[in-house]
């Protein structure tokens, strides 16, 4: 199906499907309104960030893939709204509780390789970029490109 996602996390069917995948237009030039398209579980995992539940209720891992990349406020507080843009090129996620300690996994937000977002937090999730770009990294502080290079502050 496809479907508008309102502020308050209520669908809008734009679209029937044939499976259970949703897909979301978004605007991909507004800030935390990427295109994406999430399974049931993932969906779930989404609808709770935004509804500020305090820990996602999906029993089973989901996904979303983010074709179009997105934009991101923080890598450490899905409810941060008022934090500068981090720039995240094209990814996958995977909804599940990863724990990147235990996984040996980075946290520093990447344009390539597989990291965890939201580390230490219930909505922790395995971040998978989709193309191999240039190995740039994001830390708290940089200024970030819309180039996805970011640049040291």
Known sequence: MVAELGADGTLTVLAKGTNEWVCVPGNENKIGEPPMCMNPMGMRWMMDAMQGKPKPTN??????????????????????????????????????????????????????????????????YLHVCGTPWDGNEYNEGDNALWTMRYARS
């Open 59 to 124: 029993e089973s891992p989901g996904m979303i893939y983010m074709l179009c990349g997105a934009t991101q406020r923080s890598n450490t507080d899905p409810a941060d709204k008022t934090s500068p843009a981090i720039p995240i090129g094209p990814h996958w996620m995977i909804t599940w509780p990863f724990d990147a300690k235990e996984n040996g996994l980075p946290t520093t937000v990447r344009d390539k390789g597989a990291w965890v977002m939201f580390a230490g937090t219930p909505f922790a």
